[in-house]
């Protein structure tokens, strides 16, 4: 079993829509939680980090549920700026970061 | 203040050569990580440095990679010798032991295995 689980999409939607991302991990330890975002060729960048009472960057939400380990981004206004790929991200607790496969997001004019 | 910086950006070689990626983290990060990219795949770890010290190399292919962070700055990642499966995008990456603070990534190293 994978530690970090993610829908790879692709998801495709239009500018203005709000859409969702959701990630599960499975050690119940883990301790840290990140998004990544990552565009065509380029390394990962951090998006934000996840906080336990969630947290909110402009149109980026991020929510954490340690009982169910689930974590979610959520994008509102979607901006053709958007399109990249999203990756979760988990620290474990013993400094190991664990990536999913990502979710590659395209918005269309 | 300089990020991870990685070289070279792209590296084609033929199968059974080696090869050898470098690594400079960002100045006072103590971990280090290597990374593995396939397309459409997200990062996966070969080896975590703390320091000098290879703390988790579960993940490394020891039959032909290897690694070193002699002083623990920075680090070389070595295949040899380099199989067609070995194509992919080659991550470094660095962080503060502090905390659960997030990892910082280099731009990568291309590789193609001919």
Not at chain 1, 15 to 40: I, K, L, M, P
Not at chain 2, 48 to 75: C, H, I, T
Not at chain 2, 80 to 98: I, K, M, R
């Amino acid at each position: 079993r994978k530690e970090v689980e993610q829908d790879p999409g692709p998801f495709n939607v239009p500018e203005g829509a709000t859409v969702a991302f959701n990630c599960t991990y499975s050690n119940s330890a883990s301790q840290s939680f990140f998004w990544y975002r990552q565009d065509c060729r380029k390394e990962p960048k951090l998006l934000m980090s996840v906080y336990s009472s969630g947290n909110e960057d402009g149109r980026f939400t991020a929510q954490l549920n340690r009982a169910s380990q689930y974590i979610s981004l959520l994008i509102r206004d979607s901006k053709l700026s958007d399109s990249a790929t999203y990756l979760c991200v988990v620290n474990d607790g013993a400094n190991n970061l664990f990536f999913g496969t990502g979710t590659r997001l395209t918005v269309i004019p | 203040e300089a990020g991870v910086v990685q070289s070279p950006r792209y590296k084609i070689i033929e199968k059974k050569q080696p090869v050898a990626f470098w690594c400079n983290p960002i100045s006072g990060h103590n971990t280090l990580y290597w990374y593995r990219q396939n397309l459409g795949q997200g990062p996966e770890l070969l080896i975590r440095y703390e320091n000098e010290e290879a703390v988790d190399d579960s993940q490394l292919p020891k039959d032909r990679f290897s690694a070193e962070r002699l002083k623990g700055v920075d680090s070389t990642l070595k295949i040899q010798p380099a199989e067609l499966g070995d194509s992919a995008v080659y991550l470094c990456a660095s962080s503060s032991v502090e905390g659960h603070t997030e990892a910082f990534f280099g731009q990568g190293t291309r590789l193609t295995v001919v």
